[in-house]
């Protein structure tokens, strides 16, 4: 397997765009996180799912953030509009249905609004 | 709620000294417990989990952590570090029974000098 595959790697928009970041997820696994990595809060999670299903949105910044998973294989996470401080790198992750289950990333979408 | 707090934010050591990141982390029922690395420009890689059994785990590369459920800790030691280990690490903690929510730390940035 090639792992969690993030789409882009890189993205630079202008203030007010609307931002999409892709996630495909390991074949097999259950659970899929969103997290946001900043120098200033750190790694948080934004949103998680388990087989399709979001389970925890609570992390989700505001209503300019939306998170999809239409199938198995397949995730978006959607900042409409974006705005400077939304600059980070987001990175998807995921796991089997085990509590126990580590979490595999992927290399992460450097974010940056202008 | 289940949380985890990384002690040190940045913990800068000489090449072939020791060292020991610290975790701790809260929780109301069993846990699960991980340590990854972060290399620059790229994504988290998972370096030991804690599931059961021992107390002690050990990775690949000169890595333990220990498991002390008095102390609610989950600390990361290695011996002698090199300048290869120069990264950033992150604690997380998956508890039984919370839908698979994976929580991180803050991180400890490691920084091996010569």
């Known amino acids: 397997d090639a792992g969690v595959i993030q789409s882009p790697r890189h993205e630079v928009t202008e203030m007010g765009q609307e931002v999409t970041l892709r996630c495909k997820p390991i074949?097999?696994?259950?659970?899929l996180f969103w997290y946001r990595q900043t120098m200033m809060r750190g790694l948080e999670l934004l949103i998680y799912?388990?087989?399709?299903?979001?389970?925890?949105d609570s992390g989700m910044p505001e209503d300019r953030f939306s998170a999809k998973m239409p199938n198995a294989s397949f995730s978006t996470l959607k900042i409409q509009p974006s705005e400077p401080r939304d600059s980070a790198v987001y990175f998807c992750?995921?796991?089997?249905?085990?509590?126990?289950?580590?979490?595999?990333f992927g290399q992460g979408t450097r974010l940056t609004v202008v | 709620a289940q949380s985890v707090t990384q002690l040190d934010s940045q913990v800068p050591v000489f090449e072939e000294a020791p060292v020991e990141l610290r975790c701790n982390y809260s929780?109301?029922?069993?846990?699960?417990l991980f340590w990854y690395v972060q290399y620059p420009n790229q994504g988290l890689q998972l370096l030991l989990k804690?599931?059961?059994?021992?107390?002690l785990v050990e990775s690949i590369n000169g890595f333990e952590a220990e498991f002390n459920k008095s102390q609610t800790s989950f600390h990361l030691r290695k011996p002698s570090v090199h300048i290869s280990d120069t990264a950033e690490y992150f604690c997380?903690?998956?508890?039984?029974?919370?839908?698979?929510?994976?929580?991180f730390g803050q991180g400890t940035e490691l920084s091996v000098k010569p």
């Open positions: 992750a995921s796991s089997f249905s085990r509590d126990s289950a580590e979490a595999f």
């Open positions: 074949s097999g696994h259950d659970y």
């Open positions: 799912f388990n087989n399709n299903v979001p389970i925890d």
């Open positions: 929780s109301s029922v069993s846990v699960y």
């Open positions: 804690y599931l059961s059994g021992s107390t």
């Open positions: 997380a903690v998956r508890s039984n029974n919370q839908g698979g929510k994976l929580i």
